[in-house]
């Protein structure tokens, strides 16, 4: 008896493994429903980049050693308006058009549609990311509000003579770019520039105070915060926020505590004074993206980490889904089933 329910189960597991042998052997590569909106996307993106690197280039400044793709999206490792350490490889990795597309992903996966309006939050630390989000909004038809921080983190947007804000606003007058900043502010310490060489930060305000651009200096972040949310609400009403990189008024205080990637509506419940944006907005039901830890948002979708060498658009595994077949899953199954039931259950005939 014992000898029988052993070889039963010996013989279901071969029957499971068979299975999912034969459904994993059998999976089927297919594009993306949202394959050409993505193309657009990296296309988009990919012309921003090409642009300012060329604005890079006639203001006299270098692409850094760093930049071994050649992006133009990489800063050096310190100014007077660098904010904090930013891994190197981090800055590299999302340098890539294909981040687009990531961006194209989640936004599908959160459920937005055309006409939704997003929100955002952008610091300089990661310029290509926000690129990426723009570029993701305009080829899905999402209009976009966002506020622009100055400071970044090391080999960001850091070079004083080209911020971010400076990127977008030049593509805009370009009219590569549809959409504007609604604010602008210093970033880093207190979203006040408190971290950063004074005078030259003032030379940098009043460059991009010369596009038009609204300036904001709250150290309270109470009402630095409401400040936001108000025109974010007169904007929109937003149907999803999108925060790139630390900023203080993205994180709040509490920082390193904030979830990352794509975050569902009501997941994060206790909000206090400390609270940054991500934490207040999907309280209130919203869902939000936080693009931030990018060496696990890269895993979490099957892109590569620091790369050698950039994956030309539509090959990577963001564009596409696997479609696997049912019957082989169903006929092992089925088949471990009736093994189990004839080893454990089946009543043995009586000997005569």
Not at 107 to 126: K, Q, R
Not at 199 to 224: C, H, K, S, W
Not at 268 to 293: E, K, M, T
Not at 320 to 335: E, I, N, Q, S
Request: glycine share 10%; proline share 6%; aromatic share 6%.
């Amino acid at each position: 008896m014992k000898a029988r329910k052993r070889l039963a189960l010996v013989l279901a597991a071969v029957w499971l493994i068979a299975g999912i042998a034969l459904t994993l052997a059998g999976g089927n590569r297919q594009q993306a429903t949202d394959y050409q909106v993505k193309l657009e996307a990296v296309s988009l993106m990919q012309s921003w980049m090409d642009a300012i690197k060329e604005y890079k280039q006639a203001s006299g400044l270098e692409l850094t050693p760093e930049d071994m793709h050649k992006t133009g999206l990489l800063g050096t490792e310190y100014t007077g308006i660098t904010t904090t350490h930013g891994a190197l490889e981090a800055k590299r990795t999302t340098a890539d058009p294909n981040m687009a597309a990531l961006v194209v992903q989640m936004f599908s996966e959160a459920g937005l549609h055309s006409g939704n309006i997003v929100g955002a939050g952008f610091s300089g630390s990661f310029p290509a990311l926000n690129l990426a989000v723009l570029a993701a909004c305009q080829a899905m038809d999402l209009p976009c509000i966002y506020i622009a921080s100055v400071g970044a983190s090391t080999y960001g947007a850091n070079q004083p003579e080209l911020t971010f804000p400076d990127m977008v606003y030049r593509l805009a007058q370009d009219g590569l770019l549809d959409t504007v900043p609604v604010l602008v502010t210093p970033g880093g310490a207190d979203d006040c520039g408190l971290d950063m060489d004074q005078e030259l930060l003032e030379q940098v305000l009043t460059r991009i105070a010369g596009y038009g651009a609204e300036i904001m200096r709250q150290p309270d972040l109470e009402e630095n915060l409401q400040a936001r949310m108000d025109l974010y609400q007169s904007a929109g009403p937003i149907a999803c926020f999108v925060g790139v990189g630390g900023n203080l008024t993205t994180t709040g205080t509490s920082g390193l505590d904030v979830p990352w990637g794509l975050i569902p509506a009501g997941q994060i419940r206790a909000v206090s004074r400390d609270s940054g944006l991500i934490q207040r907005y999907n309280a209130q039901g919203l869902p939000v993206i936080h693009l931030l830890n990018i060496r696990e948002l890269t895993a979490e979708y099957s892109l590569p980490y620091d790369p050698e060498q950039l994956s030309p658009p539509g090959e990577s595994a963001i564009y596409y889904t696997v479609a696997y077949p049912r019957l082989p899953g169903v006929v092992c199954l089925t088949g471990a089933v009736l093994t189990l039931w004839a080893g454990f259950i089946r009543p043995r005939r009586k000997e005569e």
